[in-house]
């Protein structure tokens, strides 16, 4: 099986496909930026700019059985201040589904979020709670539109699928303005924090069980194609906790105070993965706790 990653360089890509090049999988990747983690995921990944339909079609990578699209912008509140990033998620997806197309390639896995679920008054979040009329934010809105562009592409040109609906995923290879990086990042400085959101209560998926995730996705394609699943740790971490448990870790003496939620941002999220854990016996491993721990000491090491 040869496998095609989008976004390679990225914090779920780069971990991605060096689990699968561990595994002796033959993949190879797609970026714009240049790998600064992993050599043997450097050597294999080739650099294109997917908003480029010249450049995208002119990719070739024969052999390719299974397009896994993780390449986007994702940080949401950057989408509210400069929407055109939304645009270039939803032109990458369709341009890396014309690819699909044109090349033959019959099966393709969507990194989703959870953010299509928007904010709902709910303990926990079925597959089939999202609807448009909950859109959030410019970045929701890429992603709805991504899944309905891959829902589209299998009903005209039987372009299998799985969508994937990721949550707050942290650990190794992110030195990003995401959340955790960046709290580690200014408290390791001592520097003020600020959290959006008093009640904010997310749930925290270590890369390692997203990637797990997505690889039983791969392997059982055939029995989960055109399925939408959550991947995710499946409890919720209010932000101020893990504020809290940076700073006891790092020993910081960062101030920490507490914000207005942020517009277009989701203030609450727990998973429900019954779905992924029936479908793909996926079965997170990582808790908050003992991910934090290695977050920290990995971005200590590396950072």
Known sequence: MKILVTGSSG????????????????????DWVRNKWQPAVDAITTHVDLRDWDAVSKMDFPGVDVIVHLAANARVYELVEDPMRARDNMTSTFNVLEFARQKGI???????????????????????????????????????????????????????HVIFRFSNVYGMYDDSNRLVPLFIRQMRQNAPVTIFGADKCLDF??????????IAGILKFDQVKNQT???????????????KSLKRLLKSKSEVSVGASRVGEVVRYVADITKAKEMLAYEPKVSFRDGIQKSVEWYTRNT
């Open 11 to 30: 914090t779920i890509g780069t971990r991605l496909c060096e689990t699968l090049l561990q595994r002796s999988y033959d993949v190879v990747g797609v």
């Open 205 to 214: 998926t270590y890369v390692d069980d997203t990637v797990e995730g997505v």
């Open 106 to 160: 019959r099966k393709v896995l969507f990194a989703s979020s959870r953010e299509c679920y928007g904010n709902l008054p709910m303990r926990r979040f079925k597959e089939e709670a999202a609807r448009i009329e909950n859109c959030e934010s410019p970045y929701t809105a890429s992603k709805i539109a991504g899944e309905a562009l891959v829902e589209s592409y299998t009903r005209c040109y039987g372009i299998d």
């Open 229 to 243: 699943i959550n991947l995710a740790y499946g409890q919720g971490t209010f932000l101020v906790d893990v504020a």
